[in-house]
């Protein structure tokens, strides 16, 4: 009956979709624009070595934000983690490389920093707000809003973290939602990578 036991789960999901969405599509559309993409270009450097280049600076800092949220949770809102470090720690890291791949995939789709954001936000932070059961409970939804909420991957990491967090819930208990969030995310890692191959190609051309 702690509404912020409810409350903390789904703020650290909204922030690592974001923070790792967003801050990647928009410094890779801002070289774009700015034309320090085009030095890339005649680098020996393959398209995946970019793309690493590209995130990974993005995954360690949202990889610490999740930290640095987890201790707020424990020590300000009294909200210890019951469950195992190292499987939430493990399931915030699948989730933070869905969210860079997709930004990536924004990035390849969009000319414009403003565009990225945008898309981020209309995609990722309304959806995901009110259709992820963050606020609303998706047992209360109409069945239409159930199924597209299906297709969201924030919905499927709030039922994984708040088990762990609040429960104490091991994998054997989130293992399917894990194994949906995993196949999301290997489908925009390849889906992004190759979008990302052939914008290089042409841009080379």
């Known amino acids: 009956l702690e509404s912020h ?8 999901t909204l922030v690592l979709i974001l923070l790792s969405a967003l801050l990647t599509s928009v410094s890779i559309v801002r070289e774009k624009e ?52 190292a499987l939430l720690i493990a399931e915030c890291m699948l989730y933070i490389l ?20 945008i898309i981020t936000f209309m995609v990722l932070l309304l959806p995901g ?9 998706i047992e209360n939804m109409p069945k239409i809003y159930d199924y597209i909420s299906m297709i969201l991957p924030p919905r499927w990491f709030i039922e994984i973290i708040r088990p762990i967090m609040i429960k104490g819930a091991g994998f054997a208990y989130v293992w399917k939602e894990t194994m949906i969030l995993a196949g999301m995310t ?20």
């Open 129 to 137: 707000l009110l259709l992820s059961g963050f606020i609303f409970p």
């Open 98 to 117: 869905m969210g860079l791949s997709f930004g990536i995939l924004i990035s390849t789709i969009v000319d414009k920093m403003e565009n990225a954001i």
């Open 186 to 205: 290997s489908f925009l890692i390849i889906l992004s990578a190759r979008k990302f191959k052939v914008r290089l190609e042409d841009s080379a051309r």
């Open 34 to 85: 700015f034309g320090t993409m085009e030095v890339l270009l005649v680098s020996p450097l393959k398209p995946w070595q970019i793309i690493v280049g590209k995130v990974a600076p993005y995954f360690f800092l949202s990889l610490f934000n999740v930290i640095i949220i987890i201790l707020m949770a424990w020590f300000v809102f009294k909200l210890p983690v019951r469950g195992s470090i």
């Open 5 to 12: 036991f409810m409350f903390v789960p789904g703020i650290i």
